[in-house]
């Protein structure tokens, strides 16, 4: 397929998603998943509120709070009153600090994080996530202490302010190969690390590195609702282990994860919060935000419909 063939194909399903894009939107009810408007739909889009309004815009129920400097500088009270006018909740926020370099530098970001987390919870998104890598220049026990000490930190902070914690844990191959020493790739081991470093931190559950480190829905059952603290969703084609590019992601429905069985098992678990569609390096740079986010919605919308979860 060529690249205006591609283009063209976009352009055409993100007009029919238009008609269907309101059905994102939260009815009010708390307890039930929501679609949450993720930044790699929207190349090129406006910064905070702007993302907000135009989640709102395009149907979603909720967006991905990506810009928390912008937000804590608006305040929390304007903030609630952004979203309590467009009817919109927010999924979580990423973590304001580097996990891994300058122990001086972490201990800095360590001292300004209680605000941060005071923030979320003033604003009804008591959730953070942060990437952990899957390879690394240090040792995999070397690096496991630190991580393990750091995160501990962290999690006492958050907890003051019952703020969640989710660590992602990348799958493919590619990731983890191009370090010297791997880390924690797999999602049952990255869980297990996640309890040991605080009772308010788990996982942030994405769907492609789910597929790709060759988890399942025990997998996730036995995470259960109080590990799952995001998820983000995109789909993956059939290629062997070698060749899987993590920017190559597909729109919801359109590879070969089994996301129905992907979504049985969070609406099993009880989760109620966010589905962040991150379709890394799928949507063309020039395509109108609000069409990429309208694709966004939809596509995840129909595999959501297809496993009779409800959002």
Not at 276 to 303: F, H, N, Q, Y
Request: proline share 5%; hydrophobic share 45%; aromatic share 6%.
């Amino acid at each position: 397929m060529t690249q205006e063939m591609g283009r063209r194909k976009f352009l055409q399903a993100a007009a029919g998603a238009g008609a269907l894009g309101l059905a994102g939107r939260s009815s009010g009810a708390a307890s039930r998943m929501f679609v949450s408007l993720n930044s790699a739909l929207t190349p090129g889009a406006a910064g905070w509120p702007g993302f907000a309004r135009l989640a709102a815009k395009t149907g979603y129920g909720g967006a991905d709070l990506t810009n928390l400097n912008a937000a804590m500088k608006d305040g929390a009270a304007e903030t609630r009153a952004l979203l309590s006018e467009l009817k919109l909740r927010l999924s979580a926020a990423g973590l304001p600090l580097r996990l891994t370099g300058d122990e001086a530098a972490f201990k800095s970001g360590l001292e300004t994080l209680s605000e941060a987390a005071e923030f979320l919870a003033r604003i009804d998104c008591p959730r953070m996530t942060t990437v952990v890598p899957s390879g690394s220049q240090t040792p995999k026990a070397e690096l496991r202490k630190i991580l393990k000490d750091r995160l501990s930190a962290v999690g006492e902070v958050l907890a003051r302010s019952k703020v969640r914690l989710g660590l992602e844990f990348l799958g493919p191959l590619q990731l983890r190969a191009r370090a010297p020493h791997e880390f924690i790739w797999r999602m049952d081991e990255m869980l297990e690390f996640a309890k040991e470093c605080g009772p308010n931190i788990g996982l942030l559950l994405d769907s492609w590195h789910w597929h790709h480190a060759g988890a399942t829905v025990a997998d996730i059952l036995a995470a259960g609702r109080p590990r799952i603290v995001h998820v983000h969703v995109s789909d993956s084609a059939k290629l062997p282990p070698e060749q899987v590019i993590d920017n190559q992601r597909l729109l919801p429905g359109d590879g070969v994860i089994d996301l129905t069985a992907f979504f049985r098992a969070l609406q099993k678990i009880g989760y109620e919060d966010g589905i962040s569609p991150e379709v890394l390096g799928r949507i063309p740079k020039d395509m109108p935000p609000e069409e990429g986010a309208r694709l966004g919605l939809e596509s995840t919308l129909k595999v959501m419909r297809k496993a009779g979860v409800a959002a």
